[in-house]
């Protein structure tokens, strides 16, 4: 069985929200496109409480982009996103939700963020989607969403760790970019660590 995640597709990773990633909304129809070629679609979703400590605001004299030790994870600060609640934090208003199976929710723990959707970055909180998804019989896995260098990354590689098959899906994806090469960088690490490189075309 292939599955389907579509990582943090909300109003706060596409243009105009608190933490937009270039070109975000292009990847909203490329993914309802490809939601048509899969019986088994799970999204995961950005769910943090307004006092998380991955917010530079949280942290008085800090500043968005500086990098500070969260319980001994090396954190760096963002502006407030995708609060627990608000309209950012929603799913954007176009992509289609009518197939899917569940929604993991990820980044509730103040004290530790959370980009991958299977762990939290000091891997002690498990959202359960290795076992949903072990449970119902996946074991390939394509991954595609928001953002390419940080959410969509980390649950590749941790898809790749979990057992599964992992397939990125370039066109349906777009990064952060904090630095210009980090799309490139996190895609070779994708690459060395296992996972296959498609395009949406091509499944
Ligand atoms: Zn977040």
Same mark, same amino acid.
């Given at each position: ?21 270039? !070109?975000?909304? @292009?990847?909203? #129809? ?13 999204? =995961? /979703?950005? *769910? ?11 942290? #008085? +004299?800090?500043? &968005?982009? !500086? ?7 090396? /954190?760096?600060? *963002? #502006? ?5 609640? %608000? /309209? +950012? ?10 197939? *899917? ?6 980044? @509730? ?15 002690? +909180?498990? $959202?359960?989607? %290795? /076992? ?8 390939? &896995? ?19 760790? !979990? ?5 990125? &899906?370039?066109?349906? $994806? ?12 996190? @895609?070779? !690490? ?7 490189? =498609?395009? %949406?075309? %091509?499944?």
């Amino acid at each position: 069985m292939k599955a389907l995640i579509i990582v943090d597709v909300q109003n706060d990773f596409i243009p105009g929200g608190a933490l937009a990633v270039a !070109e975000g909304d @292009m990847v909203v #129809p490329i993914i309802n496109q490809l939601q048509a070629k899969f019986d088994f679609i799970v999204a =995961t /979703q950005d *769910w943090h409480p307004a006092d998380h400590g991955s917010f530079a605001a949280n942290h #008085p +004299g800090k500043n &968005i982009g !500086e990098f500070i030790d969260l319980n001994g994870v090396n /954190q760096i600060l *963002w #502006p407030v996103h995708c609060v627990q609640g %608000s /309209q +950012g934090a929603e799913f954007h208003a176009d992509l289609n939700q009518e197939k *899917w199976r569940a929604i993991f929710q990820k980044g @509730m723990n103040p004290q530790v963020d959370s980009y991958s959707g299977f762990f939290d970055n000091n891997r002690q +909180g498990d $959202t359960g989607l %290795s /076992q949903f998804l072990k449970e119902n019989g996946v074991e390939e &896995i394509f991954v595609c969403g928001l953002a390419e260098d940080y959410c969509v990354k980390f649950t590749v590689l941790d898809g790749l760790e !979990e057992g599964f098959k992992v397939h990125l &899906i370039l066109d349906a $994806t777009r990064a952060v970019n904090i630095q210009p090469d980090d799309f490139s960088k996190a @895609m070779i !690490e994708m690459e060395n660590a296992g996972a296959v490189i =498609t395009h %949406s075309v %091509s499944i």
